[in-house]
Nanobody, 123 residues
Framework: QVQLVESGGGLVQAGGSLRLSCAAS????????MGWFRQAPGKEREFVAT????????YSSDSVKGRFTISRDNAKNTVYLQMNSLKPEDTAVYYC????????????????WGQGTQVTVSS
């Protein structure tokens, strides 16, 4: 069982930056693909970014490409999401998730989820 704990959310003005962190309990963390998803009120959960196990390939959604960067530190069992040039439409609860297989852009293929952290971007 992998436990994931997100932190770093908060209130920021448009154009600002935040860095989210997700700490994993599992010592085999490096074997998992990690992803960030978000869910705004009244909307479905959407894919934001993913990074392969051992810090391999990264992929992000078109809506955040060029603004958000995913990274991981396997020595610290932690994955990060650096968010720059934030927009009001980025407001959502952000979740990190861990997967051993499947399509890393699809939430259904993630086995473990954190509790989420709120990001609010004011205009």
């Amino acid at each position: 069982q992998v436990q994931l704990v997100e932190s770093g959310g908060g209130l920021v003005q448009a154009g600002g930056s935040l860095r989210l962190s997700c700490a994993a309990s599992e010592r085999t963390f490096s074997c998992y693909a990690m992803g960030w998803f978000r869910q705004a009120p009244g909307k479905e959960r959407e894919f934001v970014a993913t990074i392969r196990c051992r810090g391999g390939n990264k992929y992000s959604s078109d809506s955040v490409k060029g603004r958000f960067t995913i990274s991981r530190d396997n020595a610290k069992n932690t994955v990060y999401l650096q968010m720059n040039s934030l927009k009001p439409e980025d407001t959502a609860v952000y979740y990190c998730a861990a997967a051993l297989s499947g399509d890393p852009t699809q939430s259904r293929d993630y086995a473990y989820w954190g509790q989420g952290t709120q990001v609010t971007v004011s205009s």
